[in-house]
C-alpha cells in the first residue's frame, strides 16, 4: 500500500499480505504516527498537531475496504487530521501513485528474483529509498480520458 505527498513528492510505502480493512487501517495509523513525528521533529509538541497541524487529504480509490464504516469512524475519532476523498470509479489517472506503480513495474518487469525478500528489498530501495526515477508528467491511459498528473 503506497501513498504519495504531492507538495515534495515524498513517497510513503508498507508492504502488506493482503488488501482489507484491518491492513488499511493499520497501514493508515502507521502513516499517521510518521506525520506526526515529522511534526515534533520540526520543532513542534505532539499535542499541537490535532489543531496546528497539517490537515491530510488522502486520495483513494474505491475499494469496498476502503469505505467500510467501522473503520471510517475508527479513523475519523483517532486521526481527526486525516480527511478521506474517493476517486470516482475507474479513473486511477487522477491518483498520483499510479504513477509510482507504473514506473514500478516497469522496473521489476522479465526479472527474476531468488526469493520474495529480495524483491521486497528492491521494492523498498526504489519505493522508500527514493532510487524509482517516475516520469511525473507522463499519461496513464484507462476506461476513462488521459489526464496529464502534474
Do not use: C
Not at 501513498?3 to 499480505?17: C, M, T
Not at 479513523?75 to 476517486?87: G, R, S, T, V, Y
Not at 524509482?132 to 476513462?144: A, E, F, H, S
Amino acid at each position: 500500500m503506497g501513498g504519495l505527498r504531492y507538495s515534495d513528492k515524498k513517497r510513503f510505502v508498507e508492504f502488506i499480505d493482503k488488501g482489507n480493512a484491518d491492513n488499511f487501517y493499520k497501514v493508515l495509523k502507521i502513516f499517521y504516527e510518521e506525520i506526526v513525528f515529522e511534526w515534533v521533529e520540526a520543532g513542534n509538541q505532539a499535542k499541537d498537531f490535532v489543531k496546528k497541524g497539517a490537515k491530510i487529504v488522502i486520495i483513494l480509490d474505491n475499494a469496498s475496504f476502503h469505505k467500510k464504516s467501522e473503520y471510517i469512524n475508527k479513523i475519523e475519532a483517532e486521526m481527526p487530521n486525516i480527511h478521506l476523498e474517493f476517486l470516482q470509479e475507474y479513473s486511477p489517472d487522477y491518483n498520483l501513485i499510479e504513477l509510482v506503480w507504473h514506473s514500478t513495474k516497469e522496473y521489476i518487469a522479465n526479472r527474476l528474483f531468488k526469493s520474495i525478500e529480495d524483491l521486497e528489498y528492491l521494492l523498498h530501495q526504489l519505493l522508500n529509498e527514493g532510487e524509482l526515477i517516475i516520469k511525473w508528467g507522463r499519461k496513464l491511459k484507462n476506461k476513462v480520458d488521459a489526464v496529464i498528473t502534474i
